[in-house]
């Protein structure tokens, strides 16, 4: 399991992340998602280790340090190469950091996984964004890990690459019970893939629920804006709302939707429409 207990980062006086508590179980796939802005990087920056933070990451109950980091966990940050080695070269330098034995047919393996065996040969400058976003997810393959970690993986990749990722990270949760974490603004792809997902605003988690519970919540939408009222009502919890266009939008829960209904006439607050969630972006 990987714990991340009361993490906090600031940055000089701006505090970018506010008591961050996440768990992930290994097999499952936990999306990150959150505004520009809304610390998903700095979260993932910190759990590698390359900033320094507050709080602690455990990896099945053990502390995680830079020394131990790359046992349990794999990472797909930013892709960054060198520019004028080829694919192979660069996969073949990264997987020897880490290993005695460079091995062709790992490297090979993983560049096939990705779809980009045709390109072994070619130089990075030559490689589009989308090209390096894939060779980021071959080097994260190449290496046994417990945990992956990916930052926005989906930016660049073409619908081809969309399911190359899709089928990957699925094995790798399905069949080698990796815990996975990722962030991204494709909600559909998020919506698709994950068990689960946090909702990060302004470096506090406002979100940590089941895709399941989060398709199966009511969406009412309101005719003003009824913020204020709303807010009063707030202390009840069984509700989150938010502004929309100037109109008031409630996501509710199934189970409440008939106390809530019975809430909102009660205060005569006008309702536009009733719909399911169905959409990652009608909830987010
Ligand atoms: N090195 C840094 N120094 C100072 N402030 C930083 C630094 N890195 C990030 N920040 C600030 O931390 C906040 C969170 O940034 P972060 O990159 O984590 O957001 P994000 O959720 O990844 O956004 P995006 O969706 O745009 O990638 C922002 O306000 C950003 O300006
Ligand atoms: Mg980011």
Same mark, same amino acid.
């Given at each position: 399991?990987?714990?991340?207990?009361?993490?906090?980062? /600031? !940055? #000089? #006086?701006?505090?970018?992340?506010?008591?961050?508590?996440?768990?992930?179980?290994?097999?499952?796939?936990?999306?990150?998602?959150?505004?520009?802005? =809304?610390?998903?990087?700095?979260?993932?920056? /910190?759990?590698?280790?390359?900033? *320094?933070?507050?709080?602690?990451?455990?990896?099945?109950?053990?502390?995680?340090?830079?020394?131990?980091?790359?046992? $349990?966990?794999? %990472?797909?940050?930013?892709? /960054? %190469?060198?520019?004028?080695?080829?694919?192979?070269?660069?996969?073949?330098?990264?997987?020897?950091?880490?290993?005695? $034995?460079?091995?062709?047919?790992?490297? @090979?393996?993983?560049?096939?996984?990705?779809?980009?065996?045709?390109?072994?040969?070619?130089?990075? *400058?030559?490689?589009?964004?989308?090209?390096?976003?894939?060779?980021?997810? =071959?080097?994260?393959?190449? +290496?046994?890990?417990? %945990?992956?970690?990916?930052?926005?993986?989906?930016?660049?990749?073409?619908?081809?690459?969309?399911?190359?990722?899709? #089928?990957?990270?699925?094995?790798?949760?399905?069949?080698?019970?990796?815990?996975?974490?990722?962030? #991204? $603004? +494709?909600?559909?792809?998020?919506?698709?893939?994950?068990?689960?997902?946090?909702?990060?605003?302004?470096?506090?988690?406002?979100?940590? *629920?089941? @895709?399941?519970?989060?398709?199966? /919540?009511?969406? @009412?939408?309101?005719?003003?804006?009824?913020? +204020?009222?709303?807010?009063?009502?707030?202390?009840?919890?069984? !509700?989150? $709302?938010?502004?929309?266009?100037?109109?008031?939008?409630?996501?509710?829960?199934?189970?409440?939707?008939?106390?809530?209904?019975?809430?909102?006439?009660?205060?005569?607050?006008?309702? +536009?429409?009733?719909?399911?969630?169905?959409?990652?972006?009608?909830?987010?």
């Amino acid at each position: 399991m990987l714990e991340i207990r009361n993490l906090r980062k /600031s !940055f #000089s #006086s701006n505090e970018v992340l506010k008591e961050i508590n996440i768990t992930i179980k290994k097999g499952e796939i936990v999306g990150l998602l959150g505004k520009n802005g =809304a610390g998903k990087t700095t979260l993932i920056k /910190s759990i590698m280790q390359l900033l *320094k933070y507050d709080g602690e990451i455990y990896v099945d109950n053990q502390i995680l340090t830079c020394k131990n980091l790359y046992k $349990h966990i794999s %990472f797909l940050l930013e892709p /960054s %190469f060198l520019e004028y080695f080829t694919a192979f070269d660069n996969l073949k330098f990264l997987y020897g950091l880490n290993n005695k $034995h460079n091995s062709e047919h790992t490297i @090979i393996d993983a560049l096939e996984k990705v779809g980009l065996e045709d390109a072994k040969d070619k130089k990075i *400058k030559k490689f589009s964004y989308g090209m390096k976003q894939r060779l980021g997810l =071959a080097q994260s393959l190449m +290496e046994c890990f417990d %945990f992956l970690i990916l930052d926005e993986p989906t930016v660049g990749i073409d619908p081809v690459g969309m399911k190359i990722l899709d #089928s990957q990270l699925r094995f790798l949760a399905n069949t080698q019970n990796v815990g996975i974490l990722l962030s #991204s $603004h +494709e909600l559909d792809f998020i919506k698709n893939i994950c068990d689960r997902v946090i909702i990060l605003e302004r470096g506090i988690i406002v979100e940590n *629920k089941k @895709i399941s519970e989060i398709m199966s /919540s009511y969406c @009412i939408f309101l005719k003003s804006d009824y913020t +204020e009222i709303l807010q009063k009502l707030q202390n009840t919890s069984l !509700f989150t $709302h938010k502004l929309v266009n100037k109109r008031t939008q409630v996501t509710i829960a199934e189970s409440n939707l008939n106390k809530i209904l019975n809430l909102l006439v009660n205060e005569q607050i006008e309702i +536009e429409k009733i719909a399911l969630v169905e959409e990652l972006s009608n909830y987010f």
